[in-house]
């Protein structure tokens, strides 16, 4: 019997494809089989919605997603909020301003978080979640990998935070004294927590093209979902909620994950 791990890179706008994976391993019967979901950045968001087990409610939640709800400017000295289409202005300005921390609030991610994220299906599931924070303080720069399941929720969503604080665009967290900001930075595809509590197979589903190297992991056989396409930069992908890219992003990991299908079936035929 083989023990199944899902793990799921980071990528701001761009995790709508992880829904589209998300779908075709759900038509193909393999999502009740994973055991363990480690994520990191929007990954680790989208697998804690994977944990809940609602795709549709998860793809719900990825269409009525506004920018504005997600990337909240409370910390820009600003008459009246840009729109979407005035952002590339909005960051251009920020990053010139000396002492700047971050150019978004994280009240817009937490807000999003408490809407549709069920603390308590995550912390009592039987399947282990695994979020993936980047130490900067003390300075180690060092992933720091976070059991989720037993967490109080206040806890688990300042993990969350921390996860997706992406350096300069969101601020970071203190978490027990040390100073945590997105483990994308060191870590966007974590393997090792999976692979750590005894997964021998292990699907990766990676936001960006080529992706990171995972390093080797012996006794366990990875399947990579690699975007068949760029889904955009920054502005373009990783600060890019709009509906109708997020729809595109979805079909497009649909698509990505139903042409590996049979390899993951052959992984977990094999005795």
């Not at 920018?67 to 202005?89: C, H, I």
């Not at 966007?188 to 080529?210: F, K, M, T, W, Y």
Request: hydrophobic share 40%.
């Amino acid at each position: 019997m083989h023990k199944l791990g899902l793990v799921l890179g980071g990528g701001g706008g761009r995790g709508s494809y992880q829904i589209g994976v998300w779908k075709a391993l759900r038509e193909a019967g393999i999502d009740r089989e994973v055991q363990v979901v480690s994520g990191v950045s929007i990954g680790a968001l989208n697998g804690l919605m994977f944990l809940q087990g609602d795709c549709d409610a998860a793809e719900e939640a990825w269409l009525n997603i506004s920018p504005s709800q997600v990337l909240g400017l409370d910390n820009l000295d600003l008459s009246t909020r840009p729109s979407f289409a005035e952002l590339p202005s909005v960051v251009r300005a920020a990053f010139r301003m000396p002492l700047r921390r971050s150019v978004f609030s994280s009240k817009g991610i937490e807000q999003t978080v408490s809407r549709y994220i069920k603390m308590d299906v995550v912390s009592q599931s039987a399947r282990q979640a695994f979020a993936t924070c980047c130490c900067i303080w003390p300075p180690t720069g060092q992933p720091e990998y976070f059991r989720l399941n037993g967490r109080p929720g206040p806890g688990i969503l300042k993990i969350l935070l921390a996860t997706c604080a992406i350096p300069l665009v969101f601020e970071h967290v203190s978490i027990d004294g040390r100073t945590y900001c997105d483990g994308g930075v060191v870590d966007n595809a974590p393997v090792r927590p999976a692979h750590e509590e005894g997964c021998d197979v292990i699907i990766s589903v990676h936001l960006e093209q080529p992706p990171k190297t995972q390093g080797r992991h012996w006794g366990t056989r990875i399947i990579d979902v690699i975007p068949s396409e760029s889904l955009g930069r920054v502005l373009d992908g990783i600060l890019d909620f709009t509906p109708e890219n997020v729809r595109w992003r979805m079909d497009t990991g649909y698509q990505d994950a139903m042409g590996v299908m049979e390899d993951i079936h052959r992984a977990l035929s094999r005795p």
